[in-house]
């Protein structure tokens, strides 16, 4: 996945997490802010895991989430 790719597939998944707030009534609240960050960070952190773990054992299956905004294929333990 390239950088460009990257930014691509986070601000869609940013726009997203917006739509949502905005629909269960978080719209120009400063609580949404505080919401998508963390739900953002938790991805991100998730993802980090599921490299760190994949480089330690690459047989570890990799659970794809329904939505999938980072694919687990994208995610690939280095040779060696």
């Excluded at 997490?17 to 009534?25: D, H, N, V």
């Excluded at 400063?30 to 994949?54: C, H, M, P, R, S």
Aim: proline content about 6%; glycine content about 4%; aromatic content about 12%.
């Amino acid at each position: 996945m390239t950088s460009q790719e990257f930014k691509a597939k986070a601000i869609s998944l940013i726009d997203d997490l917006k739509a949502i707030c905005a629909s269960y009534g978080l719209g120009n609240d400063g609580n949404k802010f505080k919401i998508i960050t963390q739900v953002f960070l938790y991805k991100f952190l998730n993802d980090k895991f599921a490299y760190e773990v994949k480089h330690i054992k690459p047989s570890v299956p990799c659970q794809r989430m329904r939505t999938s905004y980072f694919p687990c294929s994208s995610v690939q333990a280095p040779p060696g």
